[in-house]
């Protein structure tokens, strides 16, 4: 019999782990259809829609909504006969996109932006990022820097981000006050912090955080050990068993810098890679962030066992880590996202900017201007990062029957002029600076290029109030 909750499955992992069918069959099945509402909720009409599941573009064209779901997709002058919508909103001169997904995130740290720039990855967190955690981490900490990302990204048309922090509850908060869709972490690390004092400390919390915002429509959980080199074979252990159990995503740092691996070697005498293997990690549920630094057999090792990663395209080149080998990842058809890892090493959460740079990099790495082309980083920005969260079936796509999680982009400015192909020119030519609306299940978030759930002013403010702190302790000049 399975525990009725995380809690009790934490104290019972040592039982034989499940299988993982059940979440890889449920990342591949499609919605179910339903039947159109006579008078949705919402009409949307659009001069342009990216499907973003297929290299469909439709011009011209409406999306019903009603209870929050896409109950149909028709040509906008058949939508104006049929349906006597309780609310229109006409976008002219629009593409309309699923809702972008930021498969790498720690919200919170957008407090410490720019705090430590042009330092190497391993000084950068012991010198400055670790040091700041232990001294000021707090649920007030959390939630001021958790609304501080969500209004960027919701600004920026980020609908659903994937974290890896601490005070998930906290988080969870924020990102439902600002009515955001959040995937949470259950950080494990072996040291204490602010939050919790080792492992099992982290686990527990994590899981009673997941236990409470369980069935919440915006809200999941994933596991989230930090890296190998900061987590144990216990603990690893017991996240695998977990994950098996709960049916819920593995996301964690691997192979992000050579010293990473180089220092593993030395304690383990294998690549991180390997060891996660060894201890049952790679599957379906995998979430790998980074995967610069991989041999040929590693990627085929994650094309074999159907694992995910994170591409953070901006914060491997920041941190000096390297470029990850996308090209290759992508003809063994590993399912690659796309994440701005947190505004500490990328001082940006704009998936605009990272839809751009994950498809020059490819084509200035491989010499071969063909690949990764627009429609394709705009799928790396939506339906594979909701692949690798298991949520496919619900976002990622404009689909009927998925949630109407969705971004318009406004194309009708000078610098987006002439528009040949609108793809083309929302990953080559658009910035966030031209998201006017954002939906997330039907709800809207931002109007014209207003976010209408959090006051701009208090948001600067705390992030003033939380500046002034870390300077303190820092001993930083002021700015």
């Not at 499940?18 to 001069?47: C, G, N, W």
């Not at 939630?143 to 048309?157: H, I, K, N, S, Y």
């Not at 083309?424 to 290029?449: P, T």
């Amino acid at each position: 019999m399975i525990p009725r909750s995380a809690r009790q499955l934490s104290e019972n992992h040592a039982g034989k782990p499940l299988e993982y069918l059940s979440f890889a069959t449920k990342r591949h099945a499609m919605p179910d259809v339903q039947t159109p509402s006579p008078a949705p909720d919402l009409l949307i009409h659009a001069r342009w829609i990216a499907l973003a599941h297929c290299e469909t573009l439709l011009e011209h064209h409406a999306i019903a909504i009603s209870n929050g779901r896409i109950v149909d997709i028709l040509p906008s002058h058949v939508a104006r006969e049929r349906y006597d919508a309780k609310e229109t909103v006409t976008l002219a001169e629009h593409l309309l996109i699923p809702g972008l997904i930021n498969l790498h995130t720690h919200a919170a740290m957008s407090l410490m932006r720019g705090m430590a720039d042009d330092i190497p990855l391993m000084r950068w967190l012991r010198d400055y990022i670790w040091p700041v955690e232990r001294a000021l981490i707090s649920p007030e900490f959390i939630r001021d820097g958790t609304r501080l990302a969500c209004a960027e990204m919701l600004l920026g048309g980020v609908t659903c981000f994937n974290d890896m922090y601490f005070f998930p509850h906290d988080a969870a908060e924020s990102a439902v006050e600002l009515g955001m869709r959040a995937v949470l972490g259950v950080t494990v690390l072996e040291f204490p912090s602010g939050y919790a004092s080792d492992a099992a400390d982290y686990l527990d919390k994590g899981l009673a955080a997941l236990d409470a915002w369980r069935g919440h429509p915006l809200v999941k959980f994933c596991l989230a050990p930090h890296a190998p080199y900061s987590v144990s074979d216990a603990s690893f252990e017991k996240i695998q068993t977990l994950a098996a159990q709960l049916e819920i995503p593995v996301h964690l740092h691997i192979h992000e810098t050579a010293d990473e691996i180089r220092q593993h070697l030395e304690e383990h005498g294998c690549r991180p890679l390997h060891r996660l293997d060894r201890l049952g990690l790679l599957g379906p549920q995998l979430i790998g962030v980074h995967a610069v630094h991989l041999l040929d057999d590693e990627i085929a090792t994650l094309a074999r066992n159907s694992c995910n990663v994170a591409h953070c395209p901006t914060s491997n080149l920041k941190l000096g880590s390297g470029i990850a080998p996308v090209a290759e990842m992508l003809v063994q058809e590993i399912n690659v996202g796309l994440g701005t890892d947190g505004a500490t090493s990328n001082n940006r959460l704009d998936l605009f900017a990272e839809m751009r740079l994950a498809s020059l990099l490819v084509k200035g790495k491989s010499g071969d201007a063909s690949l990764v082309p627009a429609w394709k980083s705009l799928q790396m920005a939506t339906l594979a990062g909701a692949r690798a969260l298991g949520l496919e079936r619900e976002i990622g796509s404009i689909e009927i029957g998925k949630y109407a999680d969705l971004t318009a982009v406004r194309f009708d400015t000078l610098e987006l002029s002439p528009c040949f192909d609108p793809i083309s020119h929302l990953v080559h030519c658009a910035g966030r600076e031209n998201v006017s609306h954002v939906w997330v299940q039907g709800r809207c978030c931002v109007f014209d290029k207003t976010l209408l759930h959090h006051e701009n002013a208090n948001l600067k403010n705390n992030a003033r109030l939380w500046h002034n702190r870390i300077v303190s302790y820092l001993k930083l000049d002021s700015v």
